[in-house]
């Protein structure tokens, strides 16, 4: 592997030990805070299993694997095509999240300042489905290139790291699941 | 210097550039910082004194702390990775020179952010809207209920911004390190300062996200009514002290242990001996920042966390001691049977030696749980800490610049000068510092604004302040010292110091490419290895 | 006016408790390893940095290339090692023994709270409440009187420390603390808070005083009792009443009950105003009503506007709260 490459793998790896030890702050917040909430809403009186959410998200991380697969072997078409259907499912995923937030603010009172649970809750799905907005760009953006031509087989390590930055968001889905989900209820 | 100068440095994403810039950019604060506490131990050079109301010396204290912390240690110790890193390791710059202009020019307006709190909000009168809850914010005094205004905000957003650069600053050396070293730079073979660097970027990189996740939580109570730290509304107090000193701790070692680094280089060459126990030095560095991360609940033995952890943290704080005490004993073993040089640099480092000793020590007794319910948050912590960061980390500063500042311009820095900056630095510490125990002994605690006449701690704060002019006059002399041997120091050469390490294998300054050609690197002398070709140090490793 | 003895410099190697004798003790084995470590190695400092900071013969020369040694390395850090467990195995018991101290079922027993910037003291089995001053009995070696302290807070952090009583102990809002002390020598003892509370954290005085036990017993009779009323201080114990002085402070035997305040009930048995701001004097109590912020800048207590009659017929009542 280039020295270049190299480089950007260890950065890339870096980065997403930052991230992991951020988001582990929040989670460790959560589960602090479970039970500890003086009123209502309560986890079990609002939340539901997000079944599809999680599903859309995690059979994104398979369609992006293949979208790296395919253009190591240089089908760039295909590989935009994978792309372009990551972030179809990341796109869902958020819209289930704002859906599942507008019930839980608008029609069951749970805000912020409500008590712990809303506390803890927003900022920690919060967080998580900002990374996934920041995903969602940066595989956008290489969906585009694709598109347009610009994307070479030559590019594949770059859209791998891509790639595990969304592994990378997809696990901590997984853990946010557990904690608030499973877990917090 | 001409407009296109300004231009080339204010652009430059040159690591070496922008190392000094970080390090003048430290220095600057420290002259600030120093100030500030110039100010606050005016006030309390004898009882009932109202040079400074009560509400400036708290924000004076605040900030001052802030200051010292993240506006000029880490600046200061990432900015000499920065310039020293690539040189050491045989590279040409960093992994990402744009990401590291980033991480400086993110900490020069986190540090006005900062700076700008004196005049926002009311204005300078009573020191504006600087933060006036400690270098740490406590909750709940942190929260809006107890501290309205920006104030607190100021410090959230500029330590929250500046850390931001320094995760970035850590990323760029970790990825520096493992993968741009030179052919034959194994990592058993790069300096010891290095492998001090790449232990406090790894644990830059686990630390400073909780650092931000607390201040993130903290600016969610403050601005949309969460409940974090509320505890009107079942939040916890303790949460956040647990939060921040789980950052708190291992930064003091991020800022330390670099400190260990310039020791570990800068005493083989003025022994004339190469470092003795080279794998010890490195197993202790990785050491002490792993066993660093369980340490953090030892500022908290006061807080009510029952016997058990009490017992734990004391006995993982009195297990990181281990590790650092070796590394003294490899230190003096270096001197022991040297050929000893006493220019400025390993005068500083000698200092450094006895101070960090003392520091250790007392840390040791602090580490004694119950022996912390009396000293922690008096004065004898306070001279803890000052022992470490100053009699410690900022004297191996000095003895770094004094030893690097050569090759980055070419020039000597004059050892008149640097013997007058070292014996009144010296004096004027250990005057404050060593004086500053008893108070602490005798029951005073730390971050008031005035105390009683009767309490018999009068004499003691008047001599803690008297160090303190001369610890400014020592300042003095050594800006003197830099601006004037800039123009007309003697020049260095390629090797003044008669080193070892790659970084005097190429020009006093280097080009901007660092290296022409690299001497082989065959062990970890490869300049002794060029000037020693009958006895080698690789067979000896 | 209350028995307040002359302050000793509150030295944390002056114990008069059992907590911060047993602290003694533990500090001086401490101190004892310590200055050993110390003399040994910035011994062996001093020695190497003379005998091999002579100018040599030789200078041209390197020295011998020392890179290591197994053997020396592992002894200096197994040796640190068994010094540590040791420390560790001491510090734990002690840690454990101060802990884990019985309560008799006769102790006394008080409750501090912390409040920005003052001190609500209570004894909750004698029905007493006061502020910023504590008085126990001393402690007799054969049939031990300790106290127990209960210590929270109703806003931030603040800290209890009486050095020559016991450690520290943090007053953390929405948790409960204990300590205990077990004072053998009749005294006055000061402390302050000890965790930075905000503006005015360094006036939050702590005045522990220790009685001998008969001596004790007529101080709880003294506190217990409402204050008599007088008809000469009527005008003025109506000005309290009617004013918004009971919103914050409590007089037993009046509508006054807030507790945001000190409880007032004996104001002048306690020797200072505002936790330690200004001495307890008719004229520093007068000064303290009209202007608190004049004593304590920023005291939550605002000023309360009276003018010169006024504040005489109230003080003239207040001074009445012995």
């Known amino acids: ?185 | 210097m001409t407009l296109a100068t300004l231009h080339d440095w204010v652009v430059t994403v040159d690591h070496k550039r922008l190392g000094i810039m970080y390090v003048v950019t430290g220095l600057v604060f420290l002259v600030i910082g120093g100030v500030e506490a110039f100010l606050i131990r005016l006030q309390l050079s004898q009882p009932g004194l109202t040079l400074v109301p009560a509400d400036t010396f708290n924000r004076l204290f605040t900030v001052h702390g802030t200051t010292m912390v993240f506006l000029v240690g880490i600046p200061i110790v990432f900015g000499f990775a920065n310039y020293l890193v690539p040189l050491m390791i045989g590279a040409r710059d960093l992994a990402f020179p744009r990401l590291n202009a980033f991480g400086f020019w993110i900490l020069l307006f986190g540090g006005a952010l900062l700076y700008f709190s004196f005049i926002g909000g009311d204005g300078l009168y009573g020191a504006g809207s600087a933060p006036a809850v400690g270098w740490f914010a406590y909750a709940p005094l942190s929260e809006r209920a107890f501290t309205p205004g920006n104030a607190t905000d100021y410090w959230n957003l500029s330590v929250l911004v500046t850390g931001f650069g320094t995760i970035a600053t850590a990323i760029n050396l970790i990825a520096t390190i493992t993968t741009m070293r030179a052919p034959g730079m194994t990592l058993g073979r790069m300096p010891v300062y290095v492998w001090t660097m790449l232990t406090v970027s790894a644990m830059t990189l686990l630390i400073l996200p909780p650092l931000s996740a607390a201040q993130i939580m903290l600016l969610l109570d403050r601005f949309l009514g969460a409940h974090y730290f509320d505890t009107q509304a079942g939040g916890s107090a303790i949460i956040w002290q647990h939060f921040f000193w789980f950052f708190g701790h291992p930064e003091v070692y991020v800022l330390m242990v670099p400190g260990f680094g310039f020791v570990s280089e800068i005493i083989p060459v003025f022994s004339r001996k190469v470092i003795f126990g080279y794998a010890t030095l490195v197993v202790a560095t990785v050491s002490i920042g792993a066993v660093s991360f369980s340490t953090w609940a030892h500022h908290m033995f006061t807080v009510g966390m029952g016997g058990t952890l009490n017992s734990f943290f004391a006995a993982s704080t009195m297990l990181v001691a281990v590790p650092t005490g070796v590394k003294i004993f490899n230190w003096l073993g270096t001197l022991y049977g040297g050929k000893l040089r006493f220019r400025t640099p390993l005068l500083f480092c000698c200092a450094f030696l006895f101070q960090f000793l003392c520091a250790g020590l007392t840390g040791i007794m602090l580490s004694v749980a119950p022996f912390d319910w009396q000293l922690t948050d008096s004065y004898f912590v306070v001279a803890h800490f000052h022992f470490v960061l100053f009699g410690g980390l900022l004297f191996t500063i000095f003895a770094a610049l004094y030893y690097w500042f050569p090759k980055a311009t070419g020039r000597m820095l004059s050892e008149r000068l640097g013997r007058w900056h070292f014996w009144l630095l010296v004096v004027g510490f250990n005057l404050t510092f060593v004086t500053m125990h008893f108070p602490g002994l005798l029951g005073m605690p730390r971050r008031i604004y005035t105390y009683p006449a009767d309490r018999g701690w009068d004499m003691l704060n008047l001599v803690t302040t008297l160090g303190v002019p001369l610890q400014a006059l020592a300042v003095l002399i050594f800006v003197v010292n830099v601006v004037y041997s800039l123009r007309r120091g003697a020049p260095a050469g390629n090797n003044p110091w008669e080193a070892w390490t790659l970084e005097w294998a190429t020009t006093s300054p280097p080009p901007a490419y660092n290296f022409a050609t690299l001497p082989p690197i065959n062990s970890r002398r490869p300049l002794w290895d060029v000037q020693h070709p009958d006895d080698p140090d690789g067979p000896h490793e | 006016m209350s028995v307040l003895h002359a302050i000793e410099t509150p030295n944390i190697f002056a114990p008069v408790s059992t907590p911060a004798f047993a602290i003694r003790d533990l500090s001086f084995f401490v101190l004892a390893i310590t200055a050993a470590i110390f003399l040994i190695v910035a011994g062996f400092a001093v020695y190497t940095l003379i005998r091999f900071g002579r100018r040599p013969a030789d200078p041209d020369r390197e020295p011998a290339q020392v890179y290591g040694s197994t053997q020396i390395e592992l002894a200096w850090t197994v040796v640190p090692l068994l010094i540590v467990v040791v420390l560790f195995l001491v510090t734990a018991r002690y840690v454990w023994g101060l802990e884990r101290r019985a309560q008799p079922p006769d102790a006394l027993e008080i409750t501090v709270v912390g409040h920005q910037w003052w001190w609500e003291i209570r004894y909750p089995k004698l029905g007493i409440v006061t502020a910023n001053e504590i008085h126990v009995p001393v402690s007799d070696a054969t049939r031990p009187t300790p106290t127990f302290i209960t210590i929270q807070s109703v806003d931030v952090a603040h800290s209890f420390w009486v050095p020559q009583l016991a450690g520290k102990m943090d007053a953390i809002p929405n948790k409960t603390n204990r300590i205990w002390i077990e004072p053998r020598r009749v005294g006055t003892y000061v402390g302050q808070c000890a965790e930075y509370c905000g503006l005015q954290h360094a006036l939050m005085l702590l005045v522990v005083v220790v009685h001998p036990q008969d001596e004790f017993r007529a101080w709880v009779a003294s506190q217990q009792i409402a204050p008599p009323e007088a008809e000469a201080t009527r005008p003025g114990r109506e000005l309290f009443s009617s004013l918004a002085c009971i919103s914050c402070h409590s007089v037993r035997g009046t509508p006054g009950n807030g507790v945001f305040g000190p409880d007032l009930t004996h104001l002048m048995s306690r020797s200072t105003l505002g936790a330690g701001a200004v001495r307890n004097t008719p004229g520093n109590l007068r000064a303290w009503v009209k202007d608190p912020a004049a004593f304590k800048a920023g005291a939550l207590m605002p000023a309360m506007k009276l003018d010169d009659a006024q504040l005489d017929q109230l003080v003239g009542y207040l001074v009445t709260l012995q």
């Open chain 1, 1 to 185: 592997m280039s020295s270049t490459a190299l480089r950007g793998r260890a950065g890339v790896i870096g980065f997403i030990l930052a991230e992991t030890s951020l988001f582990a702050v929040f989670v460790v917040a959560y589960l602090f805070y479970i039970g500890k909430s003086l009123t209502g809403p309560f986890p079990q009186d609002v939340l539901e299993l997000p079944i599809v959410n999680t599903i859309c998200l995690l059979s994104s991380s398979v369609t992006v694997a293949l979208a790296t697969r395919a253009l190591a072997s240089g089908r760039v078409a295909r590989a935009g095509a994978w792309l372009a259907l990551t972030v179809a499912l990341g796109l869902a995923f958020l819209a289930g999240t704002a859906q599942e937030w507008r019930r839980l603010i608008f029609e069951r009172g749970l805000t912020i300042g409500t008590n712990l649970f809303g506390t803890t809750f927003y900022p920690l799905v919060g967080l998580h489905a900002s990374h996934v907005i920041l995903g969602l760009v940066m595989l956008s953006l290489c969906a585009a290139f694709a598109w347009s031509g610009a994307l070479k087989a030559a590019h594949t390590q770059r859209v791998e790291l891509v790639s595990w930055y969304w592994h990378f968001v997809d696990g901590v889905w997984i853990v946010v699941f557990t904690v608030v989900y499973v877990i917090g209820r």
